[in-house]
């Protein structure tokens, strides 16, 4: 990442534009000639996948705010209208709220693929702080999103994360009502949440420019987690990265168009179809599924402000990552010990995601305080701990080396 | 495959790039057809712009009602003789937009004169009963029309425009 840009561009137009904005040149040297190890793997597609995902998110959200009401009486009304009335509005739809959901799933596999290959590690620790930064303003604009609908879930879901704030001692409650702009949940806090919902997906995009200047600075990691030692380790970035992730793009669409064209309410909740009632509170009240382990963690604690501690610090937690792990070894492809307390993690996380979707009774209660401890215990004891009495096997020489053997 | 020169093969890499590019084109047109039809009126719209029916009976000779259609008002206007002869009588190639006025009425109904009621202009609601010519004037430009909703002084440069209309009986309409 230095030295002349090789963008030599031989049209005239072209040459007078690079002379007074090297937009040209940017381009070139970030998406066309930029050096990608040769070894990734299709884990790594899913950066593209997400950027692409909140293309299709701001496309569509934008043209349904220009169907939607932000007021009480009309928002739930206005949906409907849109599902109804407006040309392709059950379309552009189910397009976003499918949409929010395809972009937790590639957001978890990445952050998975993350963890999985010490893609944390120095020198990309900025790297990944922005990206726990990103999920959290992920988890924010979701969550206002849902609550736009106006349906019963929406409401009471509302009201149940605006309420966590009220565990903070002493100014909890004056934060809450801060939040709502009232004495409830209201027309206040409607607007507020669409307001808020527009914006922050730009600084989503923000801090993906960011994201993507941090990861450039650095270069890509790769599966054997070994830094490109010349040439022979990496291809140009277009056509090979490029054509990978246009096919994966494709693949996961897929599966989206699976979702938005045949079972397009099979994510949500049916009670979001019963337009919000201030009165009745439905029996069970569950987020959407993306929110589900941390709803699990905050639930499995009895006491409500540790719950609501719990639940903050174990997104908190990943921030931490880069420090926690102690090994001086990136990938889990050579740490065999990792490897197994790695997919007992995933076992956790998708168990507690699983568990948040029951009622907090019985056997359900105890799984999710043990998945819960073992959450927390692989951040805090696990990790430092391998660092130092992990066994890794040994590395390749380099990346070519383990893609075309010692011949390389 | 296609043609061959000696100097290049078209290889399959070639044809898969041409296919996979002109499937891609396709895709990015049918993605952005439902983008830009959702602006169109709704089925919503459509349906609140169903013709609708108006009762001329209550409506006094020399009396003009306004209704809406569509969201466009609608001058109707009960046309004494008089009025009916000063429409007539104006030559019609001295007029700046030419036009008789049996053109403008239906035959058999000349005292019911129906135009939409938006100055050709820029657009503003003229007023009845106002200018030289017993008609309509719009005051944000001065435009002046006649009888037969003719413009006849003034900047707008077309009669006022008539909407599709019937008689379904001798003292009802629809318009639309």
Known sequence: MSGHSTYQPTNRALIWLEKRLPIGGLIHSSFIAYPTPRNLNYWWTFGGILSFMLGVQIITGIILAMHYTPHIDLAFKSVETIMRDVNFGWLLRYLHANGAAMFFLAVYIHMFRGMYYGSYKEPREVLWILGVILYLLMMATGFMGYVLVWGQMSFWAATVITNLFSAIPVVGDTIVTWLWGGYAVGNPTLNRFYSLHYLLPFVIAGVVVLHVWALHVAGQNNPTGIEPKSDKDTVPFTPYATVKDGFLIVCFCLVYAWFVFYIPNYLGHPDNYIPANPAVTPAEIVPEWYYLPFYAILRSIPNKLLGVIALFSSIGILAFLPWLDTSKVRSARYRPLYRQFFWLFVIAAVGLGWLGSKPPEGIYVILARVFTFYYFAFFLIVLPLLGIFEKTKPLPNSISESVLGAKA | ?176
């Not at chain 2, 009976?57 to 002869?85: C, D, L, M």
């Not at chain 2, 939409?116 to 202009?121: D, R, S, Y």
């Not at chain 2, 009888?147 to 639309?176: E, M, V």
Request: aromatic share 8%; proline share 9%.
């Open chain 2, 1 to 176: 495959m296609t043609t061959v020169s000696s100097a290049e093969q078209h290889t399959r890499r070639d044809f898969l790039y041409i296919a996979t590019g002109a499937v891609g084109a396709v895709g990015a047109a049918a993605v952005l057809v439902p983008l830009i039809t959702q602006m169109n009126p709704d089925a919503s719209t459509i349906a609140a712009g169903a013709p609708v029916e108006i009762d001329l009976a209550p409506i006094a000779e020399g009396q003009i009602v306004k209704v809406f259609w569509r969201s466009k008002p609608i001058f109707i206007f009960h046309r004494t003789a008089k009025e009916i002869a000063e429409a007539k009588d104006v030559p019609v190639a001295s007029l700046p937009d030419p036009q008789p006025d049996s053109e403008r009425v239906k035959q058999g109904h000349e005292q019911w004169l129906v135009v939409i009621g938006i100055c050709t202009h820029l657009g503003c609601i003229p007023l009845a009963h106002q200018g030289e010519y017993d008609g309509w004037f719009c005051p944000c430009h001065g435009s002046q029309y006649d009888t037969a909703g003719r413009i006849r002084k003034g900047p707008a440069p077309k009669n006022l425009f008539l909407p599709p209309y019937a008689f379904i009986s001798d003292t009802k309409i629809r318009i639309g």
